[in-house]
């Protein structure tokens, strides 16, 4: 059981921004948020993670909502590479539990 | 940058038959995984290897599958007596320490295909 909800797919135009959506209610103090996105024909490929603080990497950025119920991975300009497969994970141990994912479709 | 090599990329083998698939974590990494990921499903965890032991492993890991780190390098899987529902991608990842905040380092993958 992944217990973080994701809508199954998203679209997106490129160099436009893009707001992927998480849900987490049933998250406990000491989880962190990973997230992984997964390229076609590729294994997965770790994006971002945090605990309750915003965080930019060079990849994307993570909104933390205050009450730690939900979460956001922003790409601030999609391009055509980035399409793939977002997963949202909490990660309260060591093996990473993946749901379904958003399938992220980017047109040119 | 470092990263998770796996070998070979793809492996075809006839039903019943031993294979071992094999993984080159990052060199300074301390715990090892195994996913598989069955065409056009989830990825599954399989087992974690931590000390030169299994740390943890899912249903999925029966008698029928073994791990092992045979030198300093490499981290193998084994199934015993493969069947035709073993065939799906298989994933290796390393992780740096068991961290919460340590993110895993995911190779490649093989593609096993059971004849």
């Known amino acids: 059981d992944a217990k973080t909800t994701q809508p199954n797919s998203m679209e997106s135009n490129e160099e436009e921004p893009v707001h992927l959506p998480c849900n987490h209610s049933t998250i406990s103090g000491t989880d962190y948020i990973h997230w992984y996105r997964q390229l076609p024909s590729q294994g997965p490929e770790y994006v971002i993670h945090?605990?309750?603080s915003n965080v930019n990497n060079r990849m994307a950025s993570l909104a933390i909502a205050e009450d730690r119920k939900s979460s956001t991975l922003i790409l601030h300009r999609a391009t055509l590479r980035d399409a793939a497969v977002y997963y949202c994970i909490r990660i309260p141990a060591s093996a990473l539990i993946f749901g379904k994912g958003t399938t992220l479709s980017v047109s040119s | 940058e470092p990263e998770v090599t796996q070998t070979p990329s793809h492996q075809v083998t006839q039903m019943g038959q031993e294979v071992i698939l094999r993984c080159v974590p990052i060199s300074n990494h301390l715990y090892f995984y195994w996913y598989r990921q069955i065409l056009g499903q989830k990825v599954e965890f399989l087992v974690s290897f931590y000390n030169n032991e299994i740390s943890e492993k899912s249903e999925i890991f029966d008698d029928q599958f073994s791990v092992e780190r045979p030198d300093g390098s490499n981290f193998t899987l084994k199934i015993r007596s493969t069947k035709l529902e073993d065939s799906a991608m298989y994933f290796c990842?390393?992780?740096?320490?068991?961290?919460?905040?340590?993110?895993?380092?995911f190779g490649d993958g093989t593609r096993l295909s059971i004849l």
């Open positions: 990842a390393s992780k740096l320490d068991s961290g919460s905040n340590q993110p895993q380092h």
């Open positions: 945090g605990l309750t």
